[in-house]
């Protein structure tokens, strides 16, 4: 197991379209165990492969209190959703920000799970805002892309600033 570096908006990586899954093999497994260890250490309630740099349609979920309860969706497809919801969403990749978002309120999501078998998954709430979050990460958005241009760009600032700020240069000034 291992924690894997988590990629920062707005970090052009972030914005690649996953490939599908053509094999969930032992390779695919690993990824998964790492990712999982990643999340929960961050912590958080899901991951995509996109964020850890790994352009795969793959993503995890552990909605939980017991943050036992892991869920792995490979090549997940959203057949139908329905009704509209509002969340204030955060995200590891936009590390410190919360805003609100506007989704669908139920999704059908199709995936493989771990071992490579088809499931089917109706999901409403935290859960289905998770799922939508996680797809749009497979797809190259962050969800800052739902908010305002304003909005958007003093994140973008704010994420720059906090990276040249730890930067190691920068780091020794600090200390002097
Ligand atoms: O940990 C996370 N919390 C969260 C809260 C509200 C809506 C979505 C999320 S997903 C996020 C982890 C993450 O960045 N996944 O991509
Ligand atoms: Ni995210």
Redesign the pocket.
Known sequence: MAILNILNYPDPRLHTVAKPVIEVDAKIRQLINDMAETMYDAP?????AT?VNAHIQLLIIDTSETKDKLQVFINPKIIASSGEQD???????VPGIYENVTRAEKVTVEALNHEGQKFTLKAHGLLS??IQ??ID?LLGRVFVEYLSPLKRNRIKSKMLKQLRDNEPTKQHHNNI
């Open positions: 958080g309630i899901g991951l995509a964020q969340y204030e969403e955060g995200c590891l990749s805002v998770c979050h996680e990460h």
